[in-house]
């Protein structure tokens, strides 16, 4: 009996340890998110509150913020989720609603769900971005949706491999798939540089939606009009943050303040 009693001390006090451990552990997660979006010029968010005992340590944020050079980006919520005993290894759930205002036109993107994880060991860093059914519609008028989006990143002996996929991808009455791939390495300046394969299904419509989200020009949407096939395979140039598309200069690619939470 008494053997009994000490084990049920034991267990007690373990409890006890443990969930102080995870209090403390909680405190330290909070302060540390808040301090990676203090960090960074362009973010903000209010943390509300860290949830997961025993071993997850969940943190909602309300209201984030990203402020670019050329676009902002927001969302009601985000939370931030991790496995106590696996410090880097995080996982982002995002609002299914979202917003993105290029000082022209305010697009929302709606998904079923969006989600991306983010991982660093001993120094390289892998990342995905994963958002199911995702729609994207405009305050110009327009409308864009997707079965997939599938973006990521991995460690390159030459740099970072970056991928995007974006599956059965349907605009102006045109379903299409798109794929970009490739290596870039980020200079002294932070810019990305490097050569990406961009493959498209259907050329004229991809086209099209690039110039409703004005990421091209009238003179270079009539640059980039000249290939007549549908399927197009094109290279992608980034030099020192610009982009050229298929030989043809698109400008400076917009640049996003992401902080990462470690």
Same mark, same amino acid.
Do not use: C, K
């Given at each position: +009996?008494?053997?009994?009693?000490i084990g049920v001390f034991a267990i007690f006090v373990a409890a006890i340890l443990w969930s102080g451990w995870w209090w403390y552990g909680s405190t330290v997660e909070e302060r540390t998110i808040a301090a990676w979006i203090g960090r960074t010029d362009g973010a903000s968010a209010r943390v509300v509150s860290t949830s997961g005992y025993p071993n997850r340590f969940d943190t909602t944020l309300t209201g984030p913020e990203l402020k670019g @050079?050329?676009? @902002?980006? $927001? =969302? %009601?919520? +985000? !939370?931030?989720?991790? &496995?106590s005993y696996r410090p880097g290894r995080y996982i982002l759930v995002f609002d299914t609603t979202q917003r993105?205002? /290029?000082g022209v036109q305010v697009m929302t993107l709606t998904a079923e769900q969006a989600r991306a994880s983010v991982a660093r060991d001993r120094g390289t860093l892998r990342s995905s971005f994963v958002i199911d059914a995702p729609s994207l519609a405009s305050s110009a008028g327009w409308t864009a949706t997707a079965n997939t989006m599938l973006f990521a990143t991995r460690p390159d002996s030459g740099? /970072? %491999?970056? #991928? &995007?996929d974006l599956r059965t991808l349907e605009f102006d009455g045109v379903t299409s798939d798109v794929h970009l !791939? #490739?290596?870039? /390495? %980020? #200079? =002294? @300046?932070? !810019?990305? $540089? #490097?050569e990406l394969l961009l493959k498209v299904g259907?050329?004229?419509s991809f086209l099209a939606l690039l110039r409703a989200l004005e990421a091209v020009t009238p003179d270079q949407f @009539? &640059? &980039?009009?000249q290939p007549t096939e549908e399927r197009v395979q094109m290279t992608v140039i980034l030099t020192?943050?610009?982009v050229s598309l298929g030989g043809v200069d698109i400008g400076p690619l917009p640049i996003m303040p992401l902080p990462l939470p470690y």
């Open positions: +009996m008494r053997s009994f009693f @050079d050329r676009m @902002d980006w $927001s =969302a %009601e919520f +985000m !939370q931030i989720l991790r &496995l993105i205002d /290029t740099g /970072t %491999e970056v #991928g &995007l !791939q #490739g290596v870039v /390495t %980020e #200079g =002294a @300046d932070g !810019q990305p $540089s #490097g259907h050329w004229p @009539d &640059l &980039l009009s020192n943050g610009r």
